[in-house]
């Protein structure tokens, strides 16, 4: 059967035009070292290479030989460049020294395996197969790497992808070195040939999908903390802390539990914000919430629910448990400093409480106000103390 491998090389290099041009279009405004535009450049050298092999396959050269596998290997180099950039690395900078050699000295040693190599075609096709190999494993290795987690399903496209491209590219030199091929002319090779392009095929469309998909699923991380997070200090923000507490009431009330609620304002804000100036009223901030937070068990919640004011939840937690956890959060403010430059800043916090056994009368605002109310009566009594609101309910027998 007659395969036509230059039709091949044609459909794979319109479909990683294509999609070379469709990242391109996502990555329009964005910086030059956005990965996108590195990941469009590594599908544009992609289709090049097979532009260069298609004319090979009608005038053979050796110097077109070495210069699309040159131009395939410099494909998977920017793909990994890309997946660097995708995780914030080498974007205000350019690489270190032992990235660099590991993007070029792949593609070095395909230029100089290729020319030596050149008369022996099954040791040329299994040297390039090992570099190729090689690349597409620097690839899955930061993929994989745990220190740099990628929820969705964009990571495991790319995973699938990449993987089929490494299984394609080993087989094939196993093909060569068991002698089962002798050129890319022969039936042999041109069956090998075509199960490579079209791996190829569907790898290039599957892993622009998935790089482009993960990179919507971090987009809409991002705008989700942007929307649940308070961006100073890292806590839950008051929409957040507020949405907690809703359905923590409504899962006590169901399972007729306590709940007890925290409100916390720093002491005499604003005389650090006018004697430090407002950058030290930020670092004050953060100190503080990373104090109070360090302090807090798994299951407790705590938000910044206004400017120098904090609310935690403590969830199945009784009045007297509650009281006794706040002194402890406000002597852990109390005896932490904040370093801000040559100065220590110390500051206090006033805390009211409320909660007790859930019941259906009760609800978010109530335990809010009552908690409010509380912190008030600890404003008015002198600061830097605790005061505890009456208990909702007697806890269940």
């Not at 995708?86 to 020319?115: C, E, K, M, R």
């Not at 002319?185 to 993960?214: K, N, P, Q």
Request: neutral net charge; aromatic residues 8%.
């Amino acid at each position: 059967m007659h395969l036509d491998v230059t039709t091949l090389f044609a459909v794979v290099t319109l479909v990683a035009l294509l999609m070379a041009g469709w990242v391109s279009f996502m990555a329009w405004g964005k910086p030059a070292r956005d990965a996108l535009w590195a990941w469009g450049l590594a599908l544009v050298s992609y289709a090049a290479s097979h532009v260069i092999f298609a004319v090979l396959n009608v005038v053979p050269s050796a110097s077109l030989v070495v210069a699309g596998n040159m131009a395939y290997g410099m494909a998977l180099s920017l793909m990994l460049l890309a997946m660097r950039r995708f995780d914030g690395l080498d974007v205000n900078s350019g690489p270190p020294v032992w990235v660099q050699l590991q993007l070029l000295l792949p593609v070095l040693a395909i230029a100089l395996l290729y020319t030596v190599l050149m008369e022996q075609y099954a040791a040329r096709v299994v040297a390039g197969s090992l570099v190729f190999s090689l690349q597409i494993g620097f690839i899955l290795r930061a993929l994989l790497d745990p220190h740099l987690p990628r929820p969705g399903r964009g990571r495991y496209i790319l995973l699938t992808a990449f993987f089929a491209l490494l299984t394609s590219l080993l087989l094939r030199a196993l093909a060569a070195a068991m002698g089962w091929m002798s050129s890319n002319t022969d039936e042999a090779g041109r069956l090998w040939l075509t199960m490579v392009f079209l791996v190829a095929l569907c790898a290039v469309i599957s892993i622009s999908l998935g790089f482009v998909y993960m990179t919507m699923e971090r987009a809409e991380h991002r705008n989700f903390e942007l929307a649940m997070k308070d961006m100073l200090t890292g806590l839950s923000n008051r929409r957040a802390i507020s949405d907690q507490l809703h359905m923590a009431v409504a899962r006590a009330q169901r399972q007729g539990q306590y709940l007890s609620v925290l409100m916390l304002d720093i002491d005499h804000f604003k005389r650090v914000n006018d004697g430090y100036g407002h950058q030290a009223g930020d670092a004050v901030l953060r100190a503080v919430a990373q104090t109070l937070q360090s302090r807090l068990r798994a299951q407790d919640q705590i938000g910044r629910f206004g400017g120098e004011e904090f609310l935690i939840m403590l969830p199945d937690t009784s009045l007297d448990g509650s009281a006794t956890l706040a002194e402890a959060l406000r002597e852990a403010v109390e005896s932490a400093p904040t370093q801000w430059g040559a100065h220590r800043i110390a500051v206090t916090i006033s805390i009211g409480v409320a909660g007790g056994a859930i019941t259906g009368a009760a609800t978010v605002d109530g335990l809010v106000g009552a908690a409010d109310s509380a912190l008030y009566r600890a404003k008015q009594g002198g600061r830097n103390r605790v005061e505890v609101a009456p208990a909702l309910q007697q806890a269940p027998s």
